[in-house]
C-alpha cells in the first residue's frame, strides 16, 4: 500500500487498542482454518453497476491436512452467503458477524476437495479509497461506469467470500466476472476468454502464481490497451496498460517509467516474481494499490505524489511515485508477503525504500540518501512498527518513512553495497512466493550479512525511542555514549573528525579517545539523533 499524509479517518493504520472476538478471529489461525491447504479458487461473479450489487460464487479447492468438518469462511456484512454445496449436496451454515461456519461430510486426511460458496449483496462502498477499503463505484467523465476494488487490511472478504488470512495463500486462481456490455473488466494475471453474452461480456483472468487474498481485484471501465515487450532477466515480459479511452495519450508518455522500474528493480531485488502473469498498470478512480500483476494507478499522471515530493528535495519530483512505489511491491507483499498483518513493514518498509533504491539506480546514492532523509520529517515515533498479533492490526505508519530510514542506515552498516543487493535479491530468492514472519526476515539478513542484528531490528521496529549519540570534547578527548536505547544496542557509526570519515562504535557506557579538533560530526545516513553536552 502507499504511505499516506493522514491515517485518520482510514481503516487500515486506524488506531484501535481494544479488541473484539470478530477480531480474534480474522486475525488468527482458528482451528477451523489450519486443517485445510488452500490451493485453488474460480470467483465467478456478475457485477450490476447502476444497483451497486455483486452476486455468484467463489469455488473453493482445498487439501485436508487433519480430521475436521466445520470450516471458516469469511464474508463481511452486508454481504450474505445463500448456500453452500459440496459434492453437489447443500452443506449447513452458521454466521458469527463476518465470519461463516461450513459443517461439511466426512473429510478424509490427504484428500483434495472443492466446496462452492454462493453469495450476494451490495458491497461496502469505499469512502475514501484505498485507505477505508471497498467498491468504488465511479463515473468517468463522460459518464460511464468507472469501479474498482480495493480492501488492503479490511480484507478481501469485504467483498468475496475466501478464507482471508495471510497466512495461506491460494497457488493458482481464475477469476470471472459478468458486466455490461461496453465496459471492460480487469483483473489479476491473464486474460484467458472473453465471451459475449447478449447485452453482458464475460471476461476470464487466469492467475498462474500463489497470491494474497487482497492483492485480488476487479477493476470496470471505457478502457484501452497497449503494451510493450521487457527484456528482463528472465527473458521477456509483457507490460500491459489499461487506461480510459480520454488518458491514452498521456498514458502513453507517463507511464515510460514502468520500465524504467522495472530495470531498477530487477537489478536490486532480482527477476519480476510474475513473468507468467505478466505485468499490468490499472488506471482505476482512487489514488493506486500494488493487486499483483493488476497494479492500479491513479496518480493523475503527475511526477510525485499527485504533484508533491514527499520529501522536500526536489528528488521525488523525478519519477511517479504510484508507479514506482506500488509496482515495487510486487517484491516485498505480493512476491513475499507477511503472515499477519502485525509485520506488515516487511510490504512497507522495503517498498518505501525501494523509492530510493530507484533513485540510486538513475541518479547515485546521494539522491537517493537526500531523498530518504527528506522524508524524516514524516516520522511521527508513536508506537512500534510492529502491531500487535493474531488480531488482524498492524503496527505504526511509521513503517514507511521509518522503515526506508531503518533500511537505508542498514545499508551503511554493513558497509559493502553488492553484499546488501544481494541480500534484496536473496530474500525474494529464499522467500520466493513464500508468507513469511519478522523473525524469519531478521534472522535472514542477519546470517547473510554476519552480523547479529537482534538489538538493532529490536530498537527500530519494536521501540519508539530513535537512539542519541550523546558526545562531548574537551581538552583534546572525545567522550561518547549512546542513550535512548533497547539492551545491548552497539551499532558503529561513520562520523567525520575535521573533516575526515572515522568508524566509532558506541554503546550505553561512556567511551573516550583522542581526538585532535572540535569538528565533529555524524554521518546524517544513519538515522540517530547526536547531542553535544557538557
Not at 451490495?122 to 463515473?139: L, M, Y
Not at 483472468?205 to 471505457?222: A, R, S
Not at 510474475?274 to 499483483?292: A, C, I, R, T, W
Amino acid at each position: 500500500m502507499l504511505s499516506i499524509i493522514s491515517h485518520v479517518e482510514a481503516q487500515l493504520l486506524h488506531d484501535k487498542t481494544k479488541f473484539t472476538k470478530q477480531d480474534t478471529l480474522r486475525g488468527s489461525i482458528t482451528p477451523e482454518r489450519e486443517w485445510w491447504d488452500l490451493t485453488y479458487y474460480h470467483l465467478d461473479i456478475e457485477v450490476k453497476p447502476d444497483e451497486k450489487f455483486i452476486s455468484g460464487k467463489n469455488t473453493i479447492q482445498y487439501k485436508v491436512l487433519k480430521p475436521n468438518q466445520v470450516m471458516q469462511i469469511d464474508l463481511q456484512e452486508p454481504m450474505e452467503i445463500t448456500k453452500v454445496l459440496q459434492d453437489e449436496k447443500p452443506c449447513a451454515i452458521q454466521r458469527d458477524g463476518n465470519v461463516f461456519y461450513i459443517r461439511l461430510g466426512a473429510q478424509k486426511v490427504g484428500a483434495v476437495k472443492s466446496v462452492e460458496i454462493h453469495y450476494k449483496g451490495h458491497p461496502k462502498e469505499a469512502i475514501r479509497a484505498p485507505w477505508d477499503g471497498g467498491f468504488s463505484w465511479k463515473k468517468d467523465n463522460n459518464g460511464k461506469h468507472f469501479i474498482a476494488t480495493s480492501c488492503q487490511g479490511l480484507g478481501a472478504s469485504v467483498w468475496w467470500p475466501n478464507k482471508d488470512h495471510m497466512y495461506d495463500e491460494v497457488d493458482s486462481m481464475l477469476i470471472s466476472v459478468t458486466i455490461p456490455k461496453g465496459l471492460t473488466n480487469i483483473s489479476n494475471g491473464r486474460l484467458r476468454k472473453l465471451e459475449d453474452l447478449d447485452d453482458k461480456v464475460k471476461s476470464h483472468w487466469f492467475v498462474n502464481n500463489p497470491i494474497n487474498n487482497y492483492g485480488v481485484n476487479i477493476n470496470i471501465g471505457d478502457y484501452v490497451n497497449f503494451s510493450e515487450v521487457y527484456n528482463g532477466e528472465k527473458g521477456k515480459l509483457d507490460l500491459d496498460y489499461w487506461v480510459l479511452q480520454d488518458n491514452l495519450e498521456n498514458a502513453k508518455e507517463h507511464f515510460k517509467d514502468a520500465p524504467k522500474m522495472m530495470k531498477a528493480f530487477e537489478h536490486w531485488f532480482g527477476p519480476y516474481p510474475f513473468y507468467e502473469d505478466s505485468f499490468k498498470l490499472v488506471e482505476v478512480p482512487y489514488l493506486g494499490m500494488e493487486h499483483q500483476s493488476s497494479v492500479t494507478y491513479g496518480n493523475k499522471y503527475m511526477k510525485g505524489y499527485l504533484g508533491r515530493d514527499l520529501s522536500g528535495t526536489g528528488w521525488g519530483l523525478k519519477f511517479d511515485f504510484i508507479i514506482i512505489h506500488e509496482a515495487g511491491h510486487e517484491w516485498f507483499a505480493n512476491n513475499i508477503t507477511n503472515k499477519d498483518i502485525a509485520d506488515m513493514w516487511i510490504h512497507e518498509s522495503f517498498t518505501n525504500y525501494s523509492e530510493n533504491l530507484f533513485l540510486d539506480y538513475y541518479y547515485g546514492k546521494e539522491a537517493s540518501a537526500d531523498y530518504v532523509i527528506g522524508c524524516r520529517k514524516l516520522i511521527q515515533n508513536d508506537k512500534p512498527i510492529i502491531g500487535p498479533y493474531n488480531v488482524n492490526k498492524e503496527g505504526s505508519s511509521d513503517m514507511y518513512y521509518k522503515g526506508g530510514n531503518m533500511l537505508h542506515t542498514l545499508r551503511q552498516l554493513i558497509n559493502d553495497d553488492e553484499q546488501w543487493r544481494q541480500i534484496l535479491r536473496g530474500l525474494n530468492k529464499d522467500f520466493h512466493h513464500q508468507t513469511v514472519t519478522t523473525k524469519q526476515i531478521e534472522d535472514y539478513i542477519s546470517e547473510k550479512a554476519n552480523k547479529d542484528l537482534s538489538a538493532f531490528f529490536n530498537q527500530y521496529l519494536r521501540d519508539t525511542r530513535i537512539p542519541t549519540l550523546e558526545y562531548k570534547i574537551e581538552n583534546g578527548m572525545l567522550k561518547f555514549r549512546y542513550v535512548d536505547i533497547v539492551n545491548g544496542f552497539d551499532m558503529p557509526i561513520e562520523v567525520k573528525i575535521n573533516g575526515k570519515t572515522e568508524w566509532i562504535f558506541p554503546n550505553s557506557e561512556w567511551k573516550t579517545r583522542a581526538i585532535e579538533s572540535s569538528d565533529f560530526e555524524v554521518d546524517r545516513d544513519y538515522y540517530i539523533y547526536s547531542k553535544k553536552v557538557n
